[in-house]
Every structure is written in C-alpha cells, then in structure tokens.
C-alpha cells in the first residue's frame, strides 16, 4: 500500500440529533497499526465503519491507500485498486447465505480460489456449521466466521471491531493467534477499536481514545 489512512474533519450524527463525531481526524502510515479505545457508546464502531468506506460522513474526507472514500463512493471506490476487510462487532454476515458461503461469494467476486475455504472452516472450528445460515448460529460462530473471512481474503487493510467479543478459552486464543498473524506483513494497515485496551494484539500499534466525539493520542502510547 503506497499511502494509509488520512481521515480529516469527521463529523457525523446519530438518527436523534446526538453527535457521534465532532471534526475527528487520525492519520495512520502504509502498513500502521492503530488500536482505539473508548467508552461504551462513544462512537467507535461508527468511525471504523466510517474510514472503512461503510459509512458515509455529514462532513470530512477519507483516503485510504491514496484512493478518496469520502466524499465519494465510499468502499466501492477501492473495487480493482485496494482489498478491505471488516469484523464487525454485530452481525456482519449475508443473512440469506449460509456460512460457507459466507466466505466463498467474497473470494469469488474478487476473483480468487476458494480452496483453501473447508481447511479454513475446520481449523476454525466452523465445518460442522458450514451449511447453516447466521440466524442459526450462536454468537461465537458468527464472530469466527468473520475471522475467517479476513483470513482467507487476507486484505490489504483490516478494519477490526470489538474483534474478541463473544470468545472465549481456546476460541479467544485462535483469534488473537490469527490477528497477530495478520501483522507480520508489514504492508498490512491495521485499525481496531474495542471498550478495552488491544493495542498488545497489534505489534507496536498506536494507541487513540475516542470519547466526545473527538481522537486524541493516549499519552504514553507509542
């Protein structure tokens, strides 16, 4: 990735009027690695979704590896020129598709083998479930399957949400395991937000809090 993340002037509304950001910005370098922190409702997941391409702001600008998301299309900028991928803390899944192929349809449309997907599906736990759709999965599974999806499309740039939530004993340790394995490509920008500290996950991350619509740098952190 030639360029990373350069978000400016982010401001963006809730459906009521309440503000979620307030002229926000953050900067992360090709291949960075950035963990936000905030409390329950600050707006974390909306930034994530936001400088991912997902969803659009009332105001700011967005680039990402030098391609314009905001204003613009959003992530359908990237189609051809950079590869995103997206754990969402909630859902996440195509509802009407089973969790198989959940994982193949992106490989396909981007024009890539699907045969690593049943290896992927049973490392993770996940063949057994392969054939179900996500309203009949547990919560666990669903938050699996969307690590697996980021490790089988391996991306150029991760946007993680809440990405431990729901795990726990040997799952939460395959998580981390894959996560930290994401970033040993140095090229790999990496943004996660979460409640609590995570930066450990990403090798030299930087670290930000979000709180009253505005990022600043927690002091200390790299």
Same mark, same amino acid.
């Given at each position: ?72 299309? %959003?992530?359908? !900028?990237?189609? +051809?020129? $950079?590869?995103? &991928?997206?754990?969402?803390?909630? =859902?996440?899944? *195509? ?85 930290? %394995?994401?970033? !040993?490509?140095? +090229?790999? $920008?990496?943004? &996660?937000?979460?409640?609590?500290? =995570?930066?450990? *996950? ?21």
């Amino acid at each position: 990735m030639a360029e990373g993340l350069i978000a400016s002037g982010l401001t963006l509304s809730a459906p009521d009027g309440r503000p979620i950001l307030r002229e926000a910005s953050l900067e992360i370098p090709p291949g960075g690695r950035a963990w936000i922190e905030g409390p329950p409702g600050s707006g974390k997941r909306a930034l994530l979704k936001v400088v991912a391409g997902l969803l659009p702001p009332e105001r700011g600008e967005v680039r990402l590896g030098g391609v314009r998301l905001w204003p613009g299309e %959003g992530a359908m !900028a990237l189609r +051809g020129k $950079l590869s995103a &991928g997206f754990v969402f803390a909630q =859902g996440g899944l *195509l509802s009407n598709q089973t969790l198989r192929d959940n994982l193949t349809l992106p490989l396909r449309f981007a024009g890539r083998s699907t045969g690593e997907v049943e290896g992927v599906l049973e490392r993770l736990g996940l063949a057994s479930s392969a054939s179900l759709r996500p309203h009949a999965l547990g919560a666990r599974a669903r938050k699996l399957a969307q690590l697996a999806r980021v490790e089988l499309l391996q991306p150029e740039a991760i946007f993680l949400s809440e990405p431990l939530e729901d795990l726990e004993g040997p799952d939460l340790a395959l998580a981390e395991t894959l996560i930290r %394995g994401w970033t !040993a490509d140095p +090229g790999r $920008l990496i943004l &996660g937000a979460a409640e609590i500290p =995570g930066a450990a *996950l990403l090798h030299g991350a930087q670290r930000w809090r979000l709180e009253a619509g505005r990022i600043q740098p927690i002091e200390g952190a790299p």
